[in-house]
């Protein structure tokens, strides 16, 4: 059983739209979650983090976390075409090792 | 530039032989990490070290890797009698053992041909 699932996308949405991306995790323990953006043939990059339930905001990013249902999602309005990418979903769940999610494809069409 | 750096970015090499890559993590962050990815999916953790300790090791790494961050600075991946399989994009990524937020290098893309 995959530790972190994501929505198996791909996902397009056209300019200017919200792009709604969930995830789902096994481990009710887990206590931290983040959300990384990785565009083709480049590395992952950070983009949000969240550690409480509810919401936190960084500019057009919200991620959501829901403990209880072990569930997590970002959201992105305003989409731009260079929010074209992949978007992976991890989980520590331990004190350091991250577990990602196979990630979801995001096209955002001009 | 203060992120964290890897080198070589590309190496292709034919089955059998040794590569070694190197990362250099985020200046005064302790933790230093080793991931593999393949196309398609999201990372896999390999090893993790905090200072120069190697305080695990993933069962995705056989004998044939190895990995080193002598003095807590600088960390290698050593993989030895490469096989077709090892082909992935190497991360490396580091954090301060304060956060839990890990920020990777541009990567280790290995071909074996």
């Known amino acids: 059983q995959k530790e972190v699932e994501q929505n198996s996308g791909p996902l397009s949405v056209p300019e200017g739209a919200i792009a709604s991306l969930n995830c789902t995790y096994s481990?009710?323990?887990?206590?931290?979650f983040f959300w990384y953006r990785q565009y083709s043939g480049k590395s992952p990059e950070l983009i949000m983090f969240?550690?409480?339930?509810g919401d936190k905001e960084d500019g057009r990013f919200t991620a959501q976390l829901n403990k209880a249902s072990q569930y997590v999602s970002l959201l992105i309005r305003d989409s731009q075409p260079s929010d074209s990418a992949t978007y992976l979903c991890?989980?520590?769940?331990?004190?350091?090792?991250?577990?990602f999610g196979a990630g979801t494809t995001v096209t955002v069409r001009a | 530039d203060t992120g964290v750096s890897q080198d070589p970015r590309h190496k292709i090499t034919k089955r059998g032989q040794n590569v070694t890559f190197r990362c250099d993590p985020i200046?005064?962050?302790?933790?230093l990490y080793w991931y593999r990815q393949t196309l398609g999916q999201g990372p896999e953790f390999l090893t993790y070290?905090?200072?120069?300790?190697?305080?695990?090791k993933s069962r995705l790494l056989s004998d044939r890797f190895s990995a080193e961050r002598p003095k807590g600075s600088f960390s290698t991946l050593e993989i030895q009698r490469t096989e077709q399989g090892d082909s992935a994009m190497y991360l490396c990524?580091?954090?301060?053992?304060?956060?839990?937020?890990?920020?990777f290098g541009p990567g280790t893309r290995l071909t074996v041909t």
């Open positions: 990524a580091s954090s301060p053992l304060s956060g839990r937020e890990q920020y």
């Open positions: 969240i550690y409480s339930n």
């Open positions: 991890a989980v520590i769940f331990n004190d350091y090792k991250l577990s």
């Open positions: 200046s005064e962050h302790n933790r």
């Open positions: 070290f905090q200072n120069e300790a190697q305080l695990e």
């Open positions: 481990d009710r323990g887990s206590q931290s």
